[in-house]
């Protein structure tokens, strides 16, 4: 087993600083590759960062990091709410998994507060914007060092 965290971005995320701001902060998505790495450095893990808008890109990438990453954080994004093919393929990875959402999904439109996501994850870290990276990858380097 490696010491690589894999953090998947889902859709849309390659958009982060000018999509709606009000709802996702002025933070782009090199912003948080950028904290995800400055963390990693600082936990002694090592960071695979990721983005994609494809549900089938994605599911191969979480089938690949079995037996090769440490610990997985995913922000599915618009998948949240509708995979349960991703959701089939993070059962199948034995590791830790943490969802992040950056922004607080308890208080926005209803059809956004089911997760299948959230039952394939360890923990859940959502509203806290792109510090929940921050947290998140923390937790999983503390949990790859058992
Ligand atoms: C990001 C998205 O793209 C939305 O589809 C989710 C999530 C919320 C976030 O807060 O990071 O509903």
Known sequence: MT???LVI??????????RQPEVY?????????????????????EID???????????GWIKQARGTAAGLLINP???T???????DSLLIYEGPIIEVHISPLFRRDEFRHLSYVSKA?????????????????R???ELARG
Do not use: H, W
């Open 9 to 18: 971005n889902g859709p849309n995320l390659d958009m982060l600083g000018t």
């Open 81 to 87: 709410s509708t995979s349960i093919a991703i959701l």
């Open 25 to 45: 902060g002025y933070d782009t998505l090199a912003d948080v590759e950028a904290l995800c790495r400055r963390i990693g450095k600082e936990e002694g893990v």
């Open 121 to 137: 994850a360890t923990a859940k870290i959502e509203g806290f914007g792109i510090r929940g990276y921050d947290f998140a990858i």
């Open 139 to 141: 937790k999983l380097a």
């Open 49 to 59: 960062f990721r983005q994609s808008d494809s549900e089938a890109e994605i599911m």
């Open 3 to 5: 010491n690589t965290i």
């Open 77 to 79: 994004a618009g998948f």
